[in-house]
């Protein structure tokens, strides 16, 4: 192994011969920085790659002695991680600096080299003393580098720095020389083997040192002073100060732990879950981004450092130290990674004044930092919080698991807030390009990418299979600058081939889910094809989103579930985002379904998911409860409306007709995972039950007044879902089979509305259902499609809703729940109000001038949805085509109430023959059609206006066409039922949020003596629970 | 009011924390292991009659390198915050800068040698007398602070002050090296012979080492103070 | 099915004429009711017959679209359908009609069938008060739907099926066996609910837009309004039958039916010559108001 | 144990400087100038210096330097703690450093033109 000491020999070499080789020239002088840089990384891979070899971890003593008498540094695996850590930082980081570095004077570049040296020695040495000198080393080289291109705020904030660092300097020098005084050396291995630490005075001298290394990581509320030089900083310096000082730092933590009695690790935990709930709490509320990921970074430094107290202090995870390092460790290189290049990334965009979207590349890299900050799949951070989290769970730690999700989802709020407002730009500006300051965050990005799938595929999803989502995703977006219809096709094909692969493996419940998600996946790939051009983004993640769909169905752990389940959630997100307007809707798309996912992912950890005893008790209410969030039930649905309306056209219609279909499968799987119940008992079916209907009947009051067509069909969905968890929650055969009649009936006319709603829309250019009329002349396959979708969709028969209908009530009074089926009657009636009015407003009444050139949707959209038209009519006239593979995949868990007789449907209170009802509406239709044009003498067609009008001619089809606030009544006699109380409850809790990251921040009063005031009272506070503890 | 209250709590909470460390530990009767093996093997080991600078130069001579990276650091980082450019002074000297006293220039021009000379002799005599690098290269800077306050106006060559302090520091690690080449590590000083205890020549390569450090802490010191003056370049 | 399929067609065509023409009959028969109530002569008889034939022999069409013309002919065959649905007399082979499609389920949701058509026919006719009348009618039918479902409930609950032929044969044996008799709240909350149905009055706010000379009726003409004329007889007949089936033990001879209906039609013209009109956010309040909670009473009592 | 046994027990360099080390918090705690708080630092740092030193000092032995008074073999048992006085010396460079670094910020900052009290650096907030 090469000898660290080399490295530390160059790095001082070069730094004392700088001035001199400068006289060169700049560039040499850079290049000489950077290739040192380069080597301290060239020797910590060198040591990773023989560590994880088997090699042993090796000291090296200095001066030709070895401790006690020496200084003695050490590399093992969390050394050369570390190493390679700080120096690859310091790599990414030049990308930015470099130019600033040309500029400034030299000083600039010598601090650089400085910090990452003394970074390293904190990460190699055994020697608490030398620890010391190395934690000053690269404090002056920090102090130095704050104000290196003398830019006035970070001068200030760089003083503000100091003191704090002077504080802390301190108390660690009072904590090292009552070490040696008590434990006779000042190495830390022969210190942490003695006893002589354990006493009161060895408690307390250890206090000090650990005082000081809580507060060089920045606890709250003792942090300002850093946040203030995160915000004010150089980017790069932010970069290096976030990344590789963090993990220099908490590695210094992790080295000290063996000195660590109960009551100090338990300080530990506690300041550093405190930090990473205040440090969310406070970001929430930060709108100058640099200053936001200098909160993040705090709250994550935290976290990973409570983990670490955690592990060792009581066990936690399965394998002691094991644990602490995967699961620290996999927080760290995450917040590493991710941290530094949003903060390069941040700084570049943030610097130009530059409002305007950002270029492709840099917005993937924007992406994939974000994703991977907040810790989605299949980014490092997702694996080790899982199995943080599984951990916790399995211990019983209810309240850091919900302070973990809490905070987690948190700063997914203000991470994506961010990423939203700058995915979007502002309009009219031109696109941001970051040029070569944008290697540093794309390389980061990359990274990240690599470490996550490596460990994912090594480790606990090998599964080829489930990455398929992610391939998907990352060849279209390579391939993006193709044309998109080639792209949509490809997306289309993914989606046969995934559904190919993965069916045989599937089950009946999966492979009947299979058809709707994977389906609809494809069905809208083509209907994108609509419209040519690139449209960048769409495809991939759009074929993401699908064949994550497909993975959800493919999963066979907790793990491999929830993996897709993140993806899918991902994906769809962006889709959300991807939408002109989608920057508001997206975000709350992303809270609440991250949330959900939250709930989800604990509940699973919990073991919902297997069947067992808990399953059966509250891990599996919360899974589904997670499931529900992401049904949008009423309460939980306020993301709803907005991702669906304003996501691209053929987004939405996927998030509607197959996406909202994956909730509903989880449900049913977690369902058969208990042999056919639900967790918590009979009132978990009752409550449920109830749940689905509000959703219903709410979804449909909503439907009612939304003059926004897309809206209208959001809220439309909302309510179906609502009759698919009622008919679910029944938990009897009729039931089930109803509650599956009914998804896959509204996957077929929701597609078919959406398609039809997506060329209304191109071809008009509006949302508004007012501002149309009279197309039916102009789009009659539109208006036919939309037609028949809102009989299935109304239930009226001859067509397969009613058949929907008639089981639904047929279980619900079977069922003995009269009050739900007269609800759920009276939904079914509010679903014809929105129904007409937007078939209606649309392509009847009265057509506008404006609209004069419309043409029929593109066949694209046509198409399909002819072939949905004759797969609607198909079932419907053979109802058997759709209920015999449902009843068989009900089977006979539950007493059998439905059989057919023939094409007779019988249930134990009635009986329904869809062909008969079909052959008799046909023939009597056909009888009254055939009267009808039997006495129709001399037809005559007439211009638009004339009608009878009161003997008088109408103004203008703007004022005659009755459109606008088309059921005002209505909303007269019931809008006390719709008066959008969930909004309001989440708003308030929003604000409630915000005010408390508002009164948390109200701390941050920018005077660094105040800030220095909260170092020592932390310190002090921090003592008196040792002396409680 | 609250601030008071606050600012009073802290420093009496640092106090609880304090105090008892402080008061608790008292005076030790002997020193410990560690202690005495370094007083017992260090003139054994090094050849050196000042244990510290034993300690200091050789066992823990990689803290030592690393102090003189420190104030390298502080020199460079001071270097580049005060220039005239940064501090927004013009080419044109301020007029009202009071001139030195006569009783000043006088002394300065007596003193400057002497002190020069004793800084020299600390550093040279650090293995054997207490004293090093560190306090001959400080004594070396007072010269230089006395010909400043003498002779406001006066400008240090800041390129040789640079170049010494390059070239010394370079060859501090070069001394490293050679330790580890030559000798059993890093650092250590029995590349030359070792001589006999208490003379001015022994204790390998302590003095040189020392040497470079007192030529370099002097000219770091001296480039800081001529910054603080706030005219260079 | 020991009938040949084309046996039923014919049993169910002339099912179809004895009902239509009761249900002219019906509505000329209390059209002169009401006359008289208020003090007119009236108009014969027959005159639904006269408007019918005058409608269809018009010599000219005005259309505004395919579904103008489609309008007409989705109303008949809702009421057409929805008659088909029902069977008419219990125990009869001629007026079982195609009741075994389905049970009450169908028939309750098929008639809405109709009225979509109609709404949408109307639409195409471009004249706002159509759509004004439709959003009214769309509105109060949701109120109504409610305390009829309930009541509905309430039957299927007493006589454990939704099968119409089963709950009549569950009501057979003199009053005391009718639902009229041993749960006359879910009557109530049916004939309360059939007021709006009916659009009568006071529930009639619906067609208001149509008694000013313009509106629906007058953008259709021709042989289009005959066949809504005829609808109106048929769709009305239908609904009376499954009133009379729900509640009133049904039939088991056409007389008893004639009676019956005419009785249960009665009703509803006596209420609407007492009762001024309702606004529809007031009907839709009533509705949900307290013939809600009757029927809430019926199904509890039903369940219990 | 009685008073007197206890101040007798009571380490006099260790206790002067921590009073040292709390004079200097407080200095740096509440006194607004910039270059009051860097010497306050530097009182601070002092005091941790003494604390330092007074972990190694033996009653009546002498420094850790051979001489005649006392030769290799007899060190262990006439002199005083090396390593504290070797630490120290680190630590007083280091201190040295960083008040100089602090000054010049000090310097930098006044000369930008902003007050020589730290309450008028508080743009950075929240």
Redesign the interface.
């Known amino acids: 192994m090469v000898n660290p000491l080399w490295l530390f020999a160059l790095s001082l070499g070069a730094a004392f011969l700088l001035p001199l080789v400068d006289r060169l020239g700049r560039r040499i002088a850079l290049a000489l920085v950077h290739g040192v840089t380069a080597a301290w990384l060239a020797a910590g891979i060198f040591w990773l790659s023989i560590l994880l070899s088997g090699g042993e971890a090796m000291d090296f003593g200095t001066a030709g002695f070895m401790a006690p008498l020496a200084i003695v540094l050490r590399v093992g695996l969390a050394e050369a991680a570390g190493v390679t850590a700080v120096a690859l930082t310091g790599l990414l980081a030049a990308s930015s600096l470099t130019r600033s570095l040309r500029d400034a004077p030299l000083g600039g570049s010598m601090a650089l080299l400085m910090v990452l040296m003394g970074l390293s020695g904190i990460v190699l040495t055994r020697d608490l003393f030398n620890l010391f000198v190395f934690l000053e080393i690269s404090a002056i080289g920090t102090y130095g580098f704050l104000g290196f291109d003398d830019r006035k705020p970070a001068l200030r904030a760089a003083f503000k720095y100091m003191i704090a660092g002077g504080l802390a300097s301190s108390l660690y020098l009072i904590g090292v020389i009552y070490v040696y005084r008590l434990a006779d050396t000042l190495n830390l291995d022969i210190a942490a083997s003695g006893t002589a630490l354990s006493g009161p005075a060895g408690t307390a001298a250890v206090f000090f040192l650990l005082a000081a290394l809580l507060v060089e990581l920045k606890p709250f509320p003792a942090n300002g002073w850093a946040v203030d030089a995160y915000e004010t900083a150089h980017p790069g310096v932010s970069a290096i100060l976030s990344g590789a000082s963090a993990t220099a730092l908490l590695l210094a933590l992790w080295k000290i732990l063996p000195l660590l009695g109960p009551a100090h690790l338990s300080l530990v935990a506690a300041s550093g879950l405190a930090t990473f709930a205040a440090g969310n709490l406070v970001g929430a509320r930060q709108d100058r981004p640099l200053r936001m990921l200098g909160y993040s970074s705090v709250a994550q430094v935290g976290l990973v450092a409570a983990v670490a107290a955690l592990a060792r202090l009581s066990g936690l995870g399965d394998g002691g130290s094991d644990f602490a390092a995967m699961v620290a460790g996999g927080l760290l290189l995450n917040h590493l990674l991710a941290k530094t290049g949003l903060f390069l990334l941040a700084g570049a965009v943030e610097d130009d004044r530059a409002r305007g979207p950002l270029s492709p590349l840099a917005l993937a890299a924007a992406g994939i930092l974000s994703a991977a900050l907040v810790g989605l799949p299949p980014f490092p951070g997702f694996w080790a919080k899982w199995r943080l989290v599984r951990a916790l769970a399995d211990s019983g730690r209810w309240w850091i698991l919900a302070l973990v999700l809490g905070g987690s989802l948190l700063e997914a709020f203000y991470v994506f807030r961010w990423l939203g407002a700058r995915t979007k730009g502002e309009a009219g500006e031109a696109p941001v390009r970051l040029g070569i300051r944008g290697a540093g965050p794309v390389l980061a990005a990359l990274l990240l990418v690599a470490a996550g799938t490596l460990g994912g595929i090594r480790g606990p999803v090998p599964d080829l299979l489930l990455w398929a989502p992610w391939a998907a995703a990352a060849v279209l977006f390579l391939l993006d600058g193709i044309p998109g219809r080639l792209k949509g096709i490809l997306s289309a094909a993914a989606a046969a081939a995934f559904g190919a692969a993965v069916w045989g493996r599937l089950d009946g419940l999966g492979q009947f889910f299979a058809v709707m998600l994977l389906g609809g996946g494809a069905l809208f790939s083509i209907a994108a094809l609509r419209k040519g051009g690139a449209r960048r983004g769409l495809y991939p993640l759009l074929s993401a989103a699908t064949l994550a769909l497909g993975a959800i169905l493919a999963a066979r752990t907790p793990l491999e579930f929830f993996f897709a389940w993140e993806t899918m959630t991902a994906a769809s997100w962006l889709l959300v985002l991807r939408g002109r307007d989608g920057r508001k809707p997206a975000l709350s798309y992303i809270v609440f379904g991250l949330g959900g996912a939250f709930l989800l992912m604990a509940g699973l950890a919990a073991g919902g998911w297997d069947g067992g005893t808990a399953a059966a008790g509250w891990p599996g209410l919360l899974v589904l409860a997670g499931l529900l969030v992401k049904a949008g039930a009423l309460g939980v649905h306020v993301w709803l409306p907005g991702s669906y309306a304003e996501s691209d056209d053929e987004s939405s219609g996927f998030l509607s007709a197959a996406l909202s279909k994956a909730p509903v499968f989880a449900l049913f799987a977690l369902a058969l995972s208990l042999g056919a119940a639900l967790p918590g008992g009979p009132w978990t079916s009752r409550v449920l039950g109830w749940l689905g209907l509000a959703t219903a009947l709410g979804g449909a009051l909503y439907a009612v007044y939304q003059e926004d067509i897309k809206r209208t069909l959001a809220y439309s969905s909302l309510g179906q879902i609502g009759y698919i968890l009622l008919a679910f929650a029944a938990m009897d055969q009729a039931g089930w089979t109803t509650s599956l009649y009914l998804a896959l009936n509204h996957f077929l006319y929701k597609s078919m509305l959406f398609l039809a709603v997506a060329g209304v829309i191109q071809r008009t250019g509006t949302r508004n259902m007012y501002e149309m009329g009279g197309l039916i002349k102009k789009m009659p396959v539109s208006f036919l499609s939309v037609l028949m979708a809102i009989i299935a969709l109304s239930g009226v028969p001859p067509l397969s809703g009613f058949g929907g209908k008639w089981l639904l009530y047929s279980t619900l009074i079977g069922k003995g729940w009269y009050l739900e089926a007269a609800v759920a009657f009276f939904a079914s009636g509010v679903a014809f109000l929105y129904l007409y009015r937007l078939i209606h407003s649309i392509f009847l009444g009265q057509p506008k001038p404006s609209q004069s050139e419309v043409r029929e949707a593109p066949a694209a959209l046509v198409l399909p949805q002819l072939l949905l038209m004759a797969v609607l009519m198909a079932v419907s006239v053979f109802p058997r085509l759709m209920l015999d593979p449902i009843l068989a995949l009900v089977g006979d868990r539950f007493p059998t109430t439905l059989a057919f007789e023939g094409s007779r449907l019988r249930s134990a209170l009635g009986y329904w023959d869809g062909t008969l009802t079909m052959v008799v509406t046909g023939g009597v239709f056909a009888l009254c059609l055939a009267w009808m044009l039997a006495n129709l003498h001399n037809p005559q067609s007439v211009r638009q206006f004339n009608i009878v009008f009161a003997a008088e001619r109408p103004l203008r089809p703007e004022t005659t066409h009755y459109a606008w606030r088309f059921f005002e009544p209505y909303r007269k006699a019931l809008g006390f039922l719709t008066r959008e109380r969930a909004e309001r409850f989440w708003d308030a809790f929003g604000t409630g949020a915000a005010s408390v990251g508002g009164a948390l921040r109200r701390l941050y009063t920018g005077n660094g003596q105040t800030y220095a005031l909260h170092v020592v009272l932390y310190v002090a506070v921090l003592y008196l629970l040792l002396g409680v503890l | 009011m609250m601030r008071r209250v606050l600012v009073f709590l802290a420093v009496a909470g640092l106090a609880a924390a304090l105090l008892p460390l402080a008061l608790g530990t008292g005076v030790p009767e002997a020193p410990g292991a560690l202690a005495t093996a370094y007083l017992e093997d260090a003139p054994g080991d090094f050849g050196a009659a000042n244990v510290v600078t034993a300690i200091v130069v050789s066992y823990r001579g990689f803290d030592t390198l690393g102090e003189v990276a420190v104030l390298f650091a502080a020199t460079a980082g001071v270097g580049a915050l005060l220039t005239r450019k940064r501090l927004g002074i013009g080419d044109a000297e301020p007029a009202d800068k009071p001139a030195a006293t006569e009783i000043l220039v006088t002394a300065t021009g007596l003193l400057t040698g002497l002190l020069v000379m004793f800084g020299v002799y600390i550093f040279l005599h650090g293995h054997l007398t207490p004293g090093g690098g560190f306090q001959g290269g400080v004594v070396i800077a007072t010269a230089l602070l006395l010909g400043l306050l003498a002779r406001p106006e006066s400008k240090l060559s800041h390129g040789i002050l640079s170049a010494v302090e390059s070239l010394s520091g370079a060859a501090y690690v070069g001394m490293g090296l050679a330790g580890a080449f030559l000798a059993w590590g890093f650092l250590d000083p029995r590349v030359l012979p070792l001589g006999r205890i208490g003379s001015l020549v022994s204790a390998g390569s302590i003095p040189v080492i020392y040497s470079l450090i007192g030529l370099k802490v002097g000219a770091e010191l001296s480039g800081i103070l001529d910054a603080l003056k706030g005219d260079r370049e | 099915m020991e009938t040949g399929i084309l046996v039923r067609v014919g049993y169910a065509l002339v099912s179809l004429f004895v009902i239509t023409n009761y249900g002219l009959l019906l509505i000329g028969s209390m059209a002169r009711i009401s006359a008289k109530v208020q003090g007119r002569v009236g108009q014969p008889v027959w005159q639904p017959y006269i408007d019918i034939v005058k409608s269809t022999a018009k010599r000219n069409s005005i259309g505004h679209g395919v579904m103008f013309y489609l309008g007409p002919v989705f109303r008949l065959a809702g009421g057409v359908g929805t008659y088909m649905f029902i069977p008419a007399v219990y125990g009869s082979v001629l007026f079982r009609n195609f009741s075994d499609s389905g049970d009450l389920l169908l028939v309750m949701y098929f008639i809405f069938f109709g009225q979509l058509g109609m709404a949408l026919g109307a639409s195409e006719g471009g004249h706002p008060y159509s759509a004004i009348g439709v959003s009214r009618g769309l509105a109060q039918m949701t109120a109504f739907e409610v305390p009829f479902a309930l009541s509905v409930i309430a039957v299927a609950i007493q006589y454990r099926t939704l099968d119409i032929t089963a709950i009549v044969a569950a009501q057979q044996g003199g009053f005391w066996n009718w639902t009229v008799a041993t749960n006359p709240l879910a009557v109530a909350a049916a004939l309360i609910a059939f007021l709006g149905m009916s659009m009568h009055n006071p529930f009639s706010i619906v067609i208001a837009p149509q008694e000013i000379p313009i509106g629906p009726p007058t953008e259709y003409q021709s042989n289009l309004l005959g066949m809504l004329q005829t609808n109106r007889a048929i769709f009305n007949g239908a609904k009376l039958v499954l009133y009379m089936n729900l509640y009133f033990g049904g039939a088991t001879d056409v007389v008893t039916m004639v009676v019956k209906t005419f009785l249960i039609y009665f009703i509803n013209v006596f209420v609407g010559q007492a009762f001024p009109r309702f606004r529809v956010d007031q009907s839709i309040r009533f509705f949900l108001g307290v013939p809600t909670l009757i029927g809430i009473a019926s199904v509890i009592i039903a369940a219990i | 144990m009685s008073i007197l046994e206890f101040v007798s027990?009571?380490?006099p360099v260790?206790?002067s400087?921590?009073v040292l080390?709390?004079v200097?918090?407080?200095g740096?705690?509440?006194r607004?100038n910039?270059f009051k708080?860097a010497i306050a630092?530097s009182v601070?740092?002092t005091?941790?210096n003494l604390?330092?030193l007074?972990?190694?000092?033996?009653?009546g032995r002498t420094?850790?330097?051979?001489?005649s008074a006392a030769d290799?073999s007899t060190?262990?048992a006439r002199?005083?703690?090396?390593?504290?006085?070797?630490?120290v010396?680190?630590?007083?460079?280091?201190g040295?450093?960083?008040t100089?670094?602090?000054?010049?910020?000090?310097?930098?900052?006044r000369?930008?033109g902003?007050g020589s009290s730290?309450?008028s650096?508080?743009?950075?907030?929240?």
């Open positions: 027990r009571i380490n260790a206790a400087g921590a080390v709390l200097g918090v407080w740096v705690l509440a607004p910039l708080i630092t601070l740092e005091g941790v604390v330092i007074s972990t190694g000092y033996i009653r420094a850790p330097i051979l001489d290799a060190a262990a002199m005083t703690d090396p390593v504290p006085q070797a630490l010396l680190t630590a007083i460079v280091i040295l450093a960083v100089a670094l602090q000054l010049s910020y000090a310097v930098r900052l000369a930008a902003g730290i309450e650096y508080g743009d950075e907030k929240w």
